[in-house]
C-alpha cells in the first residue's frame, strides 16, 4: 500500500481488523437470536425484537455513550473488566465492540429471513427420523440458509468498516489504536487542505465495500451452484 501515507495505512489496517472481529464477535450470538425470532414464539418476542433492533434505530453516538457508560472505566463491567487487566474502552477492542453492535442487527434481520425461507417439513421429517435439535440445525436449517448467512456477514462486515459515530463516542481516536479509516476521513475533512487525503480515504472505502459486496454475490453463486 504505498500509494497510502502510513498513517493512512494504519487507519485502514485497523478497521479491516475491527470490522472483522466485530463480525466474528456478533455471529455466534446473531445466529441464536435470528434462529429463537424465526422457529420460536413466546410472550415479549416483540420487546426483544425491538431491543435487538436499536442500534438501528437510535443515534450511533447515542449507542456509543451507552457502551461508555456500561463499558468505560467508571462503568458497571468496566471497572470488572479493569481488575481483570481486561479493559476494552479507548483500546482497538472497544472499537470492534462498537461496530459489533452496530452491525448485531444487520446480521439478525439476514439471518433471520434465511431461517423463514427454510422448508419447516424438512425439518419436522428429519426430527421424526430421530435426528435432535443440533443435527437438524446443522445438517439442514443451517446449509439451506448458507446463501442468507453470506449476505448478513458481508452486510455486516461494511457496516462494522464504515462504523463512525458509536466508535469515536466510545473510544475516542487514538493513532495506531482507535483510528479506524472512517474516524482518519473526517479529521481530514476537518483540516485545512486535507481534501486529497479525504478523497483518497473515500475511494478507500468504497473499494473495500465493492469487493465486500462482490465476494458475497459470488459465494450466493457458488452457494446456488451448489444446491441440487
Not at 164 to 169: E, H, P, R, S, V
Request: with cysteine.
Amino acid at each position: 500500500m504505498a500509494w497510502l501515507p502510513y498513517d493512512e495505512t494504519i487507519a485502514l489496517l485497523l478497521s479491516l481488523k475491527v470490522a472483522a472481529a466485530a463480525t466474528l464477535c456478533a455471529l455466534p450470538p446473531a445466529v441464536g437470536c435470528a434462529w429463537l425470532l424465526a422457529r420460536r414464539r413466546f410472550i415479549g418476542m416483540p420487546l426483544l425484537e425491538t431491543a435487538l433492533l436499536l442500534p438501528l434505530i437510535l443515534p450511533p453516538v447515542v449507542t456509543g455513550y451507552v457502551l461508555l457508560q456500561v463499558f468505560g472505566h467508571r462503568g458497571a463491567i468496566g471497572r470488572a473488566l479493569d481488575a481483570l487487566h481486561l479493559a476494552i474502552a479507548f483500546r482497538w477492542t472497544g472499537a470492534a465492540l462498537a461496530a459489533g453492535v452496530m452491525a448485531f442487527p444487520l446480521l439478525v434481520v439476514a439471518l433471520r429471513a434465511a431461517f423463514e425461507s427454510v422448508d419447516r417439513k424438512l425439518e419436522q421429517a428429519a426430527a421424526t427420523l430421530g435426528a435432535n435439535a443440533w443435527r437438524i440445525f446443522f445438517g439442514i436449517t443451517l446449509p439451506l440458509s448458507l446463501r442468507g448467512l453470506v449476505a448478513g456477514i458481508a452486510l455486516a462486515f461494511a457496516r462494522a468498516f464504515g462504523e463512525f459515530g458509536a466508535t469515536i463516542t466510545f473510544v475516542s481516536s487514538i493513532p495506531g489504536e482507535t483510528r479506524t479509516l472512517p474516524i482518519a476521513l473526517y479529521e481530514l475533512l476537518e483540516t485545512p487542505g486535507g481534501e486529497s487525503g479525504a478523497l483518497r480515504l473515500t475511494w478507500v472505502a468504497v473499494i473495500v465495500a465493492l469487493a465486500a459486496t462482490l465476494g458475497a454475490a459470488l459465494l450466493r453463486q457458488r452457494a446456488r451452484e451448489a444446491e441440487p
